[in-house]
């Protein structure tokens, strides 16, 4: 099982549409969660960060965390052609006595005009 | 603040060669992690410095080793390269308590011949 599992997609929305865009994770003591964007040719680029159970929401964007259920999702309301891109959801998992940030594959975000 | 800075940003090379990269981070960032991307294989975690020591290791053949200097600059190096190694490297950086939040470069697009 991959520590980090994202739908590949495309997801394909029409403009002025809630894209909405989900994530499971394997560890359970995970408590760090974040949401990279990034658009072809480019480098990712963070957008979110999640650290407790809820929604936390920053403009357009909103994201959702379950931990109970290692559920992570991220809402775009209003999604404009220019969020076309692939989101990356991340999760820092314990390794040994140290941290490091996985990267799911990511799920690549189409909003038609 | 300048961002992070990687070079060369194209490199051609054939197998058997070896190679090596460059990444100097966000002024006052002491993290630095490397990954390789790939449209099959996505975003794959290389490793992590932080004050000059590797903190942490993806599952990379021996060949993929790297370092990071006194002033944060980091580099890797790939020996004896393969087809395989055609990729994307990317190196982030981040404050070491904030691991998640991890600030991109633009990458560097190695071809193996």
């Known amino acids: 099982q991959k520590e980090v599992e994202q739908n590949s997609g495309p997801l394909s929305v029409p403009e002025g549409a809630i894209a909405s865009l989900n994530c499971t994770y394997s560890?359970?003591?995970?408590?760090?969660f974040f949401w990279y964007r990034q658009y072809s040719g480019k480098s990712p680029e963070l957008i979110m960060s999640i650290y407790s159970n809820g929604d936390k929401e920053d403009g357009r964007f909103t994201a959702q965390l379950n931990k109970a259920s290692q559920y992570v999702s991220l809402l775009i309301r209003d999604s404009q052609p220019s969020d076309s891109a692939t989101y990356l959801c991340?999760?820092?998992?314990?390794?040994?006595?140290?941290?490091?940030?996985?990267f799911g594959s990511g799920t690549r975000l189409l909003v038609r005009p | 603040k300048a961002g992070v800075t990687q070079t060369p940003r194209y490199l051609i090379k054939t197998r058997g060669q070896q190679v090596t990269l460059s990444c100097s981070p966000i002024s006052g960032h002491r993290s630095v992690s490397w990954y390789q991307q790939t449209p099959g294989q996505g975003l794959q975690f290389l490793f992590e410095y932080f004050s000059e020591t590797q903190r942490n290791k993806g599952n990379f053949p021996g060949r993929f080793s790297g370092r990071q200097f006194s002033n944060s600059r980091s580099e890797m190096n790939v020996s004896t390269l393969e087809l395989g190694d055609s990729a994307l490297y990317l190196c982030a950086s981040s404050l070491a308590i904030r691991l998640g939040e991890q600030y991109f470069g633009p990458g560097t697009r190695l071809t193996v011949t």
């Open positions: 560890d359970r003591g995970s408590q760090s």
């Open positions: 991340a999760v820092i998992v314990r390794m040994d006595s140290s941290y490091k940030l996985i």
